[in-house]
């Protein structure tokens, strides 16, 4: 079983199920606590995989045993495996519902375990599933209360209907109609739900989802469970090296930490996501839902995570899918089967998007995550297939624009591509150089050795000179500079060089701006006593 943290985890009601929802409910500080959600006879908790849904779902499960109550836990995908409810029950669970069963005069809570792990298991439809796990458990039962988890990919419309007939139909015909109010399994006393209904009014669907972690919950994740790693110093590091994504869960918490941001300081940008990708690999190993799937090698799901991000980012693509009809392709959406399939079958395919490397975009859709990791994956990809000067001119060309008048550079939109494959690709290197500086300055990373340092200074001295004499801007009002820009490109070995162009263009608003912002970022003593004598 996890061990569990008590992290304080908090929900928002999702009535329409609309985005703005759930910032909505932030700002006006209307999250939910556990208590509120179980007040519900059919709540769905909605999270993002590796969220902590399963290891809170069973808290909750002992919690209310403790507290006299009954609860259930069952893993749907078992469900499917072993073909029965009741053969998908652990020990402990069947113990459980055998007592109750055998006296039902008590509520029992039913959590099920989670519909995106049970439609990856294809063996049958969610509807066949929950309705299945309903007969077992002698559905409708004005004693039953159920708890579902999933990730919102999973959850379409036609899922939610399919869960309203199985379960809300049953019960409002065979049941609700007859009785009046219901008794809460969380209070045993009538309640109104978290929607503000009375117990008397027609049930629905109440959908729940789980917010992500707030700094002070993610230090209590990595103090508890990770306890000789300094926690503070871990969060900030990962916000300055653009890693802020894996602070908001439990499953990204623990691959920061494994990467030694504090216990072994990574030299470079690229050492950092090397090392994230290599943690992500650790935890592929030990994935028993990949090797239900048939499994696969930790390297080969990264290659195919290469491929991924490669065509999401050339295509501007962001948002995967792996639709079930074969044939099927969603406008302005990657399909993951014809990129990857030839790599992995359908099985491992969904369980790679299920990884820490994506995370919920749409309704069965993903995304890489975190988006700074996506153009370095991408450029890996295209950085191995490049061999001559010829084919990364003819790859360089597509991504660059040249105006009549002489000026060229690279599309706006792939600079963190084309930085990054500056930087892993000394052919590409070389074309970007002549064509657009900022490229590998500032989107790159110039503390990675294998950049040589006549390139590194080349790059940071003509995109300095650019803001300055050319009117060029970073990003190019597309992209907002981050902490992690600014630290790759203030490396040691260039410091004597950010003393001079600091000497030399410090008048300059927006060449004054770069330089100061690389000296914050890379805390160097020797840079900001050079500039608070300078100003």
């Known amino acids: 079983m996890p061990i569990y943290l ?56 002992k919690r209310m045993r403790l507290g006299g109550g009954n609860a259930v836990f069952v893993a ?65 039962s004005d004693l039953i209360r159920w708890v579902i988890s999933t990730r919102p990919a999973v959850l379409s419309t036609s899922v939610r209907e399919n869960i309203t007939s199985q379960l809300i139909g049953p019960y409002e015909t065979s049941i609700k109609a007859g009785t009046g109010k219901v008794a809460s399994a969380a209070t045993d006393s009538s309640t109104t739900s978290a929607g503000g209904a009375s117990a008397a009014a027609p049930e629905t669907l ?92 930790p390297q080969v799901l990264t290659e195919a995570a290469q491929k991924l991000a490669s065509a999401s980012q050339v295509c501007l693509l962001p948002n995967i899918e792996l639709t079930d009809d074969v044939l099927a392709v969603t406008d302005g959406v990657l399909s993951a089967r014809k990129v990857a399939g030839a790599m992995l079958t359908d099985k491992i395919l969904k369980q790679l998007l299920n990884t820490e490397m994506f995370i919920d975009a749409d309704l069965n859709q993903v995304k890489l995550y975190p988006d700074e990791i996506a153009p370095f994956l991408g450029a890996q990809r295209l950085a191995s297939l490049i061999q001559s000067p010829q084919q990364a001119r003819t790859l360089v060309d597509h991504f660059t624009w040249r105006a009549p008048t002489g000026e060229q550079g690279v599309y706006r939109q792939f600079l963190p591509l084309l930085g990054w494959l500056a930087t892993l690709n000394s052919h590409c290197r070389e074309e970007l150089l002549e064509r ?99 100003c």
């Open 6 to 61: 008590d992290l304080g985890r908090r929900f928002v009601h999702r009535p329409k199920y609309e985005p703005h929802e759930i910032y909505v409910a932030s700002v006006a500080d209307k999250r939910l606590k556990w208590p509120q959600v179980l007040e519900n006879r059919f709540a769905v908790v909605i999270a993002p995989a590796n969220f902590g849904k399963t290891t809170e779902m069973l808290e909750q499960v």
């Open 76 to 140: 749907l995908r078992k469900v499917a495996d072993r073909t029965s409810f009741a053969k998908a029950l652990e020990p402990a669970e069947r113990i459980v519902f055998d007592a109750w069963r055998a006296a039902p005069t008590a509520p029992l809570t039913l959590f099920v375990d989670s519909l995106d792990e049970a439609s990856a298991a294809q063996r049958d439809g969610i509807a066949d599933l929950i309705a299945a796990v309903a007969t077992e458990v002698g559905w409708p």
């Open 206 to 297: 109440m959908l729940f989802s789980m917010t992500p972690l707030e700094s002070n919950q993610a230090k209590t994740y990595l103090v508890g469970l990770h306890p000789t790693l300094d926690a503070p110093e871990v969060l900030r590091i990962a916000h300055d090296r653009g890693l802020a994504g894996f602070t908001t869960s439990p499953g990204g918490l623990d691959v920061l930490a494994n990467v030694g941001l504090t216990t072994s300081p990574p030299d470079s940008l690229t050492e950092v996501f090397n090392r994230v990708v290599a943690a992500v690999q650790d935890r592929q190993r030990n994935d028993a839902r990949i090797d239900a799937a048939g499994g696969a090698a």
């Open 436 to 534: 657009d500086p900022q490229a590998l300055a500032f989107f790159g990373d110039l503390r990675n050795a294998k950049v040589p340092l006549a390139a590194a200074k080349r790059a940071l001295t003509e995109s300095i000179q650019r803001l300055v004499l050319q009117g060029d801007r970073l990003g190019r009002g597309y992209f907002n500079l981050t902490s992690e820009n600014y630290w790759q490109a203030g490396p040691e070995r260039l410091e004597p060089l950010l003393k001079e162009l600091f000497q030399k263009h410090g008048n300059h608003h927006w060449a004054r701006d770069a330089l100061l912002d690389i000296t914050a970022a890379a805390r160097s003593d020797v840079l900001r006593r050079f500039v608070l004598k300078e």
